[in-house]
């Protein structure tokens, strides 16, 4: 059974930093291909960064690019996700989700505010 454990958000100033970690099990991770999705009050839920099995390849959102890094440690079964000089409009509860599987974790909220 997949399982998916996004941790890691919280409150914090804009400009300030915040890394996402989501933990995951019941499948080969590191075969598969790994996306952080965020979805703000009233909005739909959007893709925000993708990486390939290995690490090789990654894709962001136009608005994210060059504030936020996706990685991941295959040994660890984990996909990171670090946010940078974040921004008021970034509030939003975050989801990591596997390739090929439907499964979604329970999300975690960060907020953006002073």
């Known amino acids: 059974q997949v399982q998916l454990v996004e941790s890691g958000g919280g409150l914090v100033q804009p400009g300030g930093s915040l890394r996402l970690s989501c933990a995951a099990s019941?499948?080969?991770?590191?075969?598969?291909?790994m996306r952080w999705y965020r979805q703000a009050p009233g909005k739909e839920r959007e893709l925000v960064a993708a990486i390939t099995n290995y690490g090789v390849s990654t894709n962001y959102l136009d608005s994210v690019k060059g504030r936020f890094t996706i990685y991941r440690d295959n040994a660890k079964n984990t996909v990171y996700l670090q946010m940078n000089m974040l921004k008021a409009e970034d509030t939003a509860v975050y989801y990591c989700k596997a390739d090929g599987f439907p499964s979604w974790g329970q999300g975690t909220r960060v907020t953006v505010s002073s």
């Open positions: 019941g499948f080969t991770f590191s075969r598969t291909a």
